[in-house]
């Protein structure tokens, strides 16, 4: 789709979009680190074996923490694997630093041939990266 030249000509095509389906595609879970509350977080990666998605969630303390899932290719709304555990929990206290939560919530996601790069937010007062490399095959 051509991106409209003015801001209006856009709004009238919010029309061409859709939920087709009748129930959300991921939600809290009891007794978890998102047992309150799921939210997307950075815009979903196609990889090998289905649909990447790094969200974010937060239980009764209100600390988001962000967990990943990988929804299936060919039906985009069953997941296929899910974390257990939060993906990244910061080790630094910036909550305490700035007087907020120490949330840690994902935002923007790189893959960089080995490597892929999770930019979050802190404490809702800095912009972090995280780095995972992968093993060499």
């Given at each position: ?34 047992s ?7 815009t ?10 790094i ?18 290719k060919e ?13 990244l ?5 910036y ?5 907020t ?20 937010g ?7 990266i ?8």
């Amino acid at each position: 789709m051509k991106l409209p030249a003015k801001l209006t000509e856009f709004e009238d095509r919010f029309d061409l979009l859709n939920e087709p389906f009748d129930k959300p595609v991921l939600k809290p879970r009891a007794n978890r680190f998102d047992s309150q509350g799921v939210e997307p977080g950075p815009t979903p990666v196609l990889i090998d074996v289905g649909i990447l998605l790094i969200y974010n969630g937060w239980s009764s303390n209100c600390i988001y923490k962000p967990g990943g899932v990988i929804f299936s290719k060919e039906d985009p709304t069953r997941v296929l694997k899910r974390t257990e555990y939060p993906i990244l929990t910061l080790k630094r206290d910036y909550g305490q630093q700035f007087d907020t939560g120490n949330h840690c919530v994902a935002e923007g996601l790189v893959k960089d041939n080995h490597r892929w790069l999770l930019y979050y937010g802190a404490a809702d007062h800095l912009a972090c990266i995280a780095i995972y490399e992968e093993e060499a095959k």
